[in-house]
């Protein structure tokens, strides 16, 4: 079996719980947030430091690395693992976002879809089995069937379509994969704000007994609202001793109501994004270290973090790199920042075993989001 996993501690107020996830390269606590590492690399950190800021389980780009260097090329050097020389977990989405975000450049059809190179607009196609064949070749611990991603206010003939599609596509890449002993295919279930549509795409993908699911078509434009209703609808429905991955999510919000909603894995690529413009994620909420107010500021970034940023530099320094134009600036607010949400994910996990997650929420809401 490629992963194992258990639920450990369930939460009596919510459906939120605690699990165990066993992959070929490390087990791990759920909920887990995962750093994203799209080309092989988690921007402007080394190992040392993303195994500093993470649990140990990080992502790939299937799309990117596709393109450049060529999942061959990843292959000849030991796929993702030891192409970045990175001794831990990893898991590669099926490139189908990053298709599917080319809109106005692509083609759909049953087989596949024919699109351009972002860059070079050269032409260029994926299948589903040739999104398994690529990920088999990064050889991620785990990996996604390859769906399509419609916009979340997309009319619902097409979403049914899409929906229907998606999952034929599941099982297309579900025959395709061979390494199952070593690579854990998750199926994705999609439907848009539509919850029969979402219904019948998890009841179809579960009758197709993936190892894990994903929920995807959300963070693409809609209310946190909208998303929360489809994360409450689907609780009930995904099985309970599979773990559940919401992809494209990591504000501090969505990823305490997700966990609420039964939500085991996380990813999001905002805390490094907004960490290279300065943006700091801190206990009393996001703070923009370019501001004027901080130039004679001598305090830490943030005085209940304990990470090597905080309790080293400060303020005034992180604003003068950012000001000087320094990369050494991107690097350490990008440091903070995923580690600030790895400690997160940790005290969810020990609310929840405490069974005080509802009085987490509450005290953290109104430091992070207070007025």
Known sequence: MSIKFKVLNESSESSARVGSLETKHGTFETPIFMPVGTKATVKTLENKEIEEVSEGLILGNTY??????????????GGIRGFM??????LTDSGGFQVFSLSNIRKITEEG??????????????SPEDSIKIQNNLGADIMMSFDECPPFDADYDYMLQSVERTIRWAERGKIAHKNTENQALFGIVQGGPHKDLRKMCAEKLIEMDFPGYSIGGLSVGESKEEMYEVLEYLKDIMPKNKPRYLMGVGSPDALIEGVINGIDMFDCVDATRQGRHGSAMTSDGKIN???????????????????????????????????????LGQRLVSYHNLY????????????????????????????????
């Open 64 to 77: 990117h690395l596709w393109l450049e260097p060529g999942d061959e090329t990843v292959k000849l050097n």
């Open 85 to 90: 020389k990175w001794d831990h977990a990893l």
């Open 113 to 126: 879809v024919t699109f351009r190179h972002h860059k070079s607009g050269a032409k260029l196609f994926m």
């Open 289 to 327: 270290i370019k501001n004027l107010r901080f130039k004679n500021d001598l305090s830490s970034l943030d005085s209940e973090c304990d990470c090597k940023v905080c309790t080293t530099y400060s303020k005034s320094y992180l604003r003068h790199l950012f000001k000087a134009e320094e990369y």
């Open 340 to 371: 600030f949400l790895k400690k997160l994910m940790k005290n969810i996990r020990e609310a929840i075993k405490e069974d005080k997650l509802l009085e987490f929420k509450n005290n953290f809401y109104s430091k992070y989001y207070k007025k």
